[in-house]
Nanobody
Framework: QVQLVESGGGLVQAGGSLRLSCAASGRTFSRMGWFRQAPGKEREFVGAISWSGGNTNYSDSVKDRFTISRDNAKNTLYLQMNSLKPEDTAVYYC???????????????????WGQGTQVTVSS
């Protein structure tokens, strides 16, 4: 059974930092991503990473503040979030991409496996 389990969310003040983790089990993923969804909004791409970690992609809204990484030995994905803003408040989801190729997908429909999400709340 394939599972993705996020952790590390919580309440933080604006300007603070959080580190999210996503532990995968049941299979490995060549490419993985983070998405987020705020109340009343569509699920939004945050970032994605290749198997080696040498290729990453970020949305403009988080670029230079968030860093995605992975530890393949632990089959775990990370999202380091710095300089957090109230508008970063959302449920954060990790996702695994299993299609062939090297392109890092940015649309939710291109990911086949999802975690249950972890809440991140940034207070002003």
């Amino acid at each position: 059974q394939v599972q993705l389990v996020e952790s590390g969310g919580g309440l933080v003040q604006a300007g603070g930092s959080l580190r999210l983790s996503c532990a995968a089990s049941g299979r490995t993923f060549s490419r993985m991503g983070w998405f987020r969804q705020a109340p009343g909004k569509e699920r939004e791409f945050v970032g994605a990473i290749s198997w080696s970690g040498g290729n990453t992609n970020y949305s403009d809204s988080v670029k230079d503040r968030f860093t995605i990484s992975r530890d393949n030995a632990k089959n775990t994905l990370y999202l380091q979030m710095n300089s957090l803003k109230p508008e970063d408040t959302a449920v954060y989801y990790c996702a695994g991409q299993i299609t062939t190729g090297l392109r890092l997908a940015v649309r939710p429909g291109e990911y086949s496996y999802w975690g249950q999400g972890t809440q991140v709340t940034v207070s002003s």
